[in-house]
């Protein structure tokens, strides 16, 4: 029964809410944009509501519900908008020939050992990591909204340590904790790291793939040489994001490295390179994934921000889209509001 409750709550929350989120949010986009942009914006919807119930010491129960009814609601309504939908002619797909298989087996082969190792074999300590961890145990078990302190768990007031009580990622965790009956540390540990390092190897296929314009045999190949880079610099390099993907791919700041600021990057070059018609639904996905950074780390106030104004700079004087400055403006606004609120605190 508790296999059955936990499959449930995570199938739920990972796939159903991301994806019909997705279809409400961008109809007509292909499954892959769907699901990256229905994950980010229940994320952004989970930050928000954790920020209310952080400041009003809310219970952590009460926020969860809600969350699960507002993103349920929404994804419900994306999925209903999919099936009424007229159907297109699916377009005849290329083939894969044998050289491709192998590759993709290959790559699947490596994330798979990679996952596998993390999950089963590596552990580290550092009060960092343990302040992550313990933010996800003691929320749960106070019922609040990260209002304990994580070592000793004294109530505390509203931003008692701002940089770590708004990017509220340890609280997923609680919150997926309370829907499967499991315990935070385990999935904060094991389950999630099952789906961080996929998606951070599926966020370098993006990239691989949109510089190598489809085609799969370098798309393939660029992975594997990704995987193989990421392994011997993990090995050789003891603090990297390769590093971080490998031993401790579930704290804030792997996630920043190996998935957002990657992501990021890719919506970028979707804007600059996408025709006018398909532009604003990168631009939509990019607010959403620089919202929900807020929730991820502390390092991405900063960064997000400035990974924004570099590429902005550059982009409005190769295309003069002088137009677009104020999107700039407001995608990053969400990050640089919390890099101001943790230098005045």
Same mark, same amino acid.
């Given at each position: 029964?508790?296999? *059955?409750? @936990?499959?449930? @709550?995570?199938?739920?929350?990972?796939?159903?809410?991301?994806?019909?989120?997705?279809?409400?949010?961008?109809?007509?986009?292909?499954?892959?944009?769907?699901? +990256?942009?229905?994950?980010?914006?229940?994320?952004t919807a989970f930050e928000i509501? %954790?920020? +209310?119930?952080? +400041?009003? &010491?809310?219970?952590?129960?009460?926020?969860?519900?809600?969350?699960?009814?507002?993103?349920g609601s929404i994804a419900a309504a994306g999925i209903w908008k999919k099936i009424r939908m007229p159907k297109c002619q699916n377009m005849r797909k290329e083939s894969w020939d044998t050289y491709e298989k192998i590759l993709f087996v290959i790559a699947l082969g490596l994330i798979f050992a990679?996952?596998?190792?993390?999950?089963?074999?590596v552990y580290y300590a550092n009060w960092?990591? #343990?302040?992550?961890? /313990?933010?996800?145990?003691?929320?749960?078990?106070?019922?609040?909204?990260?209002?304990?302190?994580?070592?000793? $768990? &004294?109530?505390? =007031? %509203?931003?008692?340590?701002?940089g770590y009580n708004i990017a509220e990622w340890p609280v997923f965790s609680s919150m997926l904790a309370i829907l499967s009956g499991l315990h935070p540390a385990i999935i904060f540990r094991t389950i999630l790291p099952s789906f961080e390092i996929p998606f951070a190897y599926f966020i370098v296929y993006l990239l691989l793939n949109h510089f190598f314009?489809?085609?799969?045999?370098?798309?393939?190949?660029?992975?594997?040489?990704?995987?193989?880079?990421?392994?011997?610099? /993990? $090995?050789?390099? %003891?603090?990297?994001? $390769?590093?971080?993907?490998?031993?401790?791919?579930?704290?804030?700041? @792997?996630? %920043?490295?190996? +998935? *957002?600021?990657?992501?990021?990057?890719?919506?970028?070059?979707?804007? #600059?390179?996408?025709?006018? =018609? #398909?532009?604003?639904s990168y631009w939509k996905l990019l607010f959403l994934v620089c919202f929900a950074a807020c929730l991820i780390a502390a390092s991405l106030f900063m960064i997000v921000p400035l990974e924004l104004a570099i590429w902005g700079m550059f982009y409005l004087f190769r295309t003069k889209?002088?137009?677009?400055?104020?999107?700039?403006?407001?995608?990053?606004?969400?990050?640089? @509001?919390? /890099?101001?609120?943790?230098? *005045?605190?």
């Open positions: 029964m508790s296999f *059955i409750r @936990a499959s449930a @709550a995570f199938l739920y929350a990972l796939f159903f809410i991301p994806i019909g989120m997705g279809y409400f949010c961008f109809p007509g986009k292909n499954r892959y944009f769907v699901s +990256i942009g229905g994950l980010f914006a229940s994320l509501l %954790a920020l +209310i119930f952080h +400041i009003t &010491l809310g219970s952590l129960r009460v926020m969860t519900l809600l969350w699960c009814l507002l993103c990679q996952t596998l190792n993390t999950v089963l074999r960092d990591d #343990e302040t992550y961890c /313990a933010t996800a145990v003691v929320s749960y078990f106070t019922d609040t909204v990260d209002r304990y302190t994580p070592q000793r $768990e &004294l109530l505390r =007031e %509203a931003f008692y340590n701002t314009i489809n085609d799969r045999k370098k798309t393939f190949l660029g992975l594997i040489y990704s995987q193989l880079f990421v392994l011997i610099t /993990a $090995e050789k390099l %003891a603090i990297s994001s $390769e590093w971080w993907l490998v031993v401790n791919c579930w704290s804030g700041k @792997a996630l %920043a490295f190996n +998935i *957002i600021t990657p992501l990021i990057l890719w919506c970028l070059f979707n804007i #600059e390179d996408s025709s006018t =018609e #398909e532009r604003p889209r002088w137009k677009d400055t104020w999107k700039f403006a407001l995608c990053g606004f969400p990050t640089a @509001a919390c /890099a101001f609120l943790v230098m *005045i605190a």
